[in-house]
């Protein structure tokens, strides 16, 4: 298939990009498939880095517990590595979005980005409750 055609929130994505300091991002299925990438990684590697990101996610999901209520829900983990971060945030029922930047980012700005982010894609993820439903044709 296309990329281009398969990618149609890529631009948002994209969009989120436009702070310093950021790398790649992708939108993923809580099972850990694409659903957007942006134009900065390849389809391959936001398909191998979605799959992480979705182990990563189950995971902090996992340990919400140790906050002390089991009952806490996940909404982010940022995670460190030598030459920068990986942001991955709630976006949406079964979606997740993650951005990764150099060491240099500011992150409390991208994390308030990629909030916003989940706002207006939120409005993408959600179908609209169909109103002919039961209708003869």
């Keep these: 298939m296309n990329d281009a055609l398969s990618n149609k929130l890529g631009w948002m994505l994209d969009d989120a990009l436009r702070m310093p300091e950021t790398r ?11 659903m957007a990438h942006s134009e900065r990684i390849s389809r391959d ?18 340990t919400a517990g140790f ?36 060491e240099n980012v500011h992150m409390e700005a991208v994390s308030f980005r990629l909030h916003e982010l989940v706002q207006r894609l939120g409005k993408e993820l959600t179908t609209p409750p169909r109103r002919d439903i039961g209708r003869p044709a």
Excluded: I, K
């Design 24 to 34: 790649h991002a992708v939108l993923l299925s809580a099972d850990g498939l694409l």
């Design 45 to 62: 590697d936001a398909e191998r880095h979605a799959a992480g990101m979705a182990g990563l996610q189950s995971l902090a999901r996992s």
């Design 67 to 102: 906050c002390g209520d089991p009952n806490t829900r996940w909404r982010q983990t940022v995670t460190e590595f030598d030459g920068g971060y990986v942001f991955l945030v709630a976006a949406g029922t079964g979606a997740y979005l993650a951005v990764s930047a150099t």
